[in-house]
Structure formats: structure tokens, C-alpha cells
């Protein structure tokens, strides 16, 4: 019998279910898909990132960061980058520039913005994969602009990395948003509490216990001693 009547005749007896994921699937069919495969669920050490209010202080409400003298690392965060590093996690800073869709910032100054960013933390060992970043306006209702998923399921698909298994952090509500619809780890800072937004629902107090969160799930999956 062929193949729609099989599925048919699973459907009929209510034996055929669906499941969709934001993640790639591959099959071990053959040689060449089984390293595929391995290559996917092999452990990558990549981190997605926030930019502002997150890896520098934020501008005022209504105000954006157009200029390198206005970038202020926050060194809390800085540290908890750098000790990752040595655990050789590099990072990929996922950002709204909603500045540039309105018009108030160029796109070559928020990229000259990045560079500099990308630089600084370079000079601390550092690594950014790259920077993503959403340049459009609210009311264009784009596919790419968080809370939607859509910069972090590109971002996974291109590095090859499993949703489930990465950690997205950032200091706003819609950073979460973004990181559940995409299926990710959500890591919020505010207000002097830190937020794991997984199945545990565990708070934390400051960078540092994420960095004992992020090495612990290292420690469980790859044996790592610490």
C-alpha cells in the first residue's frame, strides 16, 4: 500500500500524531546523514546574548546608543563572559534596533556601535560569533523583531545548534518571550534578580550563579569535572 493510504489508515484509528519543532530533524539513513546527525547533537558551546541593558547599560527610555563613547560595559556581566570563555563558550549578541526603523539612528552607526562592542570584548578573550540585529520599527510588525522567535530558530539553524541546549540571555520580558517561542534556555536580569526561565523556573542573585548553571549543564552532558 502507499504511503497516504498508510497515513490514512493510522489517522482513521487515531494512531498518527504530529509533533513540530524549531529545531532541524535528521534522519541516519545512510553514512553521510549519520555524520549529519552526530554533528547536530554533538554538544556546541555557543551562547545567544542581549546587547543593551544586558552587555552595556541602557540608553534612557526613548534613547538609543549611537555613539562609542556611549557604550558602558557592565562589568558583572563582562566577567561572567570572560569565565565562559574559558570554558570555551563564544557568543552570538542578538539585539532590536528599533532605532534605525524609526529613523533616529543610522544603521552604519549601530553597526560601527557592534564593532566596537565586538572589540572590547575581543580584548578580554571574548569571542563573538556575530551580532544579529532586528533594524526595524514596532509598527512594521516584521518576522525578525523579539519577542518573536525568529532571530534565535536562524541563529540556531545556522550554527547548527539544538534549541533546547542553548542559553539566551537578556534583561527584558521580551527576550523570553523570544527565547520560549524559540525553545531556548531564557535567562532574564532585572531588577537585581536573575530569572532561569526553563522547566525549573530557579532564580539566581547575580551573573555568577549563572555561570555555575551554564558549567553545571556542561558538567552533566560532557563529564566535565569541575
Given at each position: 500500500?502507499?504511503?497516504p493510504q498508510s497515513l490514512e489508515e493510522y489517522s482513521d484509528s487515531n494512531e498518527?500524531?504530529?509533533?513540530?519543532?524549531?529545531r532541524g530533524y535528521y534522519s541516519i539513513s545512510d553514512e553521510k546523514r549519520l555524520e549529519l546527525a552526530?554533528?547536530?547533537?554533538?554538544?556546541?558551546?555557543i551562547i545567544f546574548i542581549d546587547r543593551d541593558g544586558t552587555i552595556h547599560e541602557k540608553a534612557a527610555k526613548g534613547e538609543y546608543i549611537s555613539r562609542v563613547e556611549d557604550v558602558k560595559l557592565l562589568d558583572e556581566t563582562v566577567d561572567a563572559m570572560k569565565?565562559?570563555?574559558?570554558y570555551g563558550y563564544s557568543f552570538v549578541i542578538i539585539t532590536n534596533q528599533a532605532g534605525i526603523g524609526r529613523r533616529i539612528l543610522k544603521e552604519e552607526d549601530v553597526a560601527k556601535v557592534n564593532r566596537y562592542i565586538v572589540n572590547l570584548l575581543g580584548q578580554r578573550d571574548i569571542e563573538i560569533e556575530e551580532v544579529v540585529v532586528c533594524p526595524h520599527h514596532w509598527e512594521e510588525n516584521c518576522i525578525c523583531r523579539k519577542p518573536k522567535?525568529?532571530?534565535l530558530i536562524e541563529t540556531a539553524r545556522k550554527y547548527n545548534l539544538e534549541t533546547n541546549k542553548t542559553y539566551y540571555i537578556g534583561d527584558?520580558?521580551?527576550d523570553m518571550q523570544a527565547a520560549k517561542s524559540a525553545g531556548c534556555i531564557g535567562i532574564r536580569i532585572y531588577d537585581d534578580r536573575i530569572t532561569i526561565a526553563n522547566e525549573t523556573g530557579a532564580e539566581?542573585?547575580?551573573?555568577k550563579q549563572i555561570v555555575n548553571i551554564v558549567i553545571d549543564s556542561l558538567s552533566l552532558t560532557e563529564g566535565i569535572i569541575k
Amino acid at each position: 500500500r502507499s504511503l497516504p493510504q498508510s497515513l490514512e489508515e493510522y489517522s482513521d484509528s487515531n494512531e498518527l500524531a504530529i509533533n513540530l519543532v524549531n529545531r532541524g530533524y535528521y534522519s541516519i539513513s545512510d553514512e553521510k546523514r549519520l555524520e549529519l546527525a552526530e554533528e547536530y547533537l554533538r554538544r556546541k558551546r555557543i551562547i545567544f546574548i542581549d546587547r543593551d541593558g544586558t552587555i552595556h547599560e541602557k540608553a534612557a527610555k526613548g534613547e538609543y546608543i549611537s555613539r562609542v563613547e556611549d557604550v558602558k560595559l557592565l562589568d558583572e556581566t563582562v566577567d561572567a563572559m570572560k569565565i565562559l570563555s574559558t570554558y570555551g563558550y563564544s557568543f552570538v549578541i542578538i539585539t532590536n534596533q528599533a532605532g534605525i526603523g524609526r529613523r533616529i539612528l543610522k544603521e552604519e552607526d549601530v553597526a560601527k556601535v557592534n564593532r566596537y562592542i565586538v572589540n572590547l570584548l575581543g580584548q578580554r578573550d571574548i569571542e563573538i560569533e556575530e551580532v544579529v540585529v532586528c533594524p526595524h520599527h514596532w509598527e512594521e510588525n516584521c518576522i525578525c523583531r523579539k519577542p518573536k522567535p525568529y532571530m534565535l530558530i536562524e541563529t540556531a539553524r545556522k550554527y547548527n545548534l539544538e534549541t533546547n541546549k542553548t542559553y539566551y540571555i537578556g534583561d527584558d520580558i521580551r527576550d523570553m518571550q523570544a527565547a520560549k517561542s524559540a525553545g531556548c534556555i531564557g535567562i532574564r536580569i532585572y531588577d537585581d534578580r536573575i530569572t532561569i526561565a526553563n522547566e525549573t523556573g530557579a532564580e539566581v542573585k547575580n551573573m555568577k550563579q549563572i555561570v555555575n548553571i551554564v558549567i553545571d549543564s556542561l558538567s552533566l552532558t560532557e563529564g566535565i569535572i569541575k
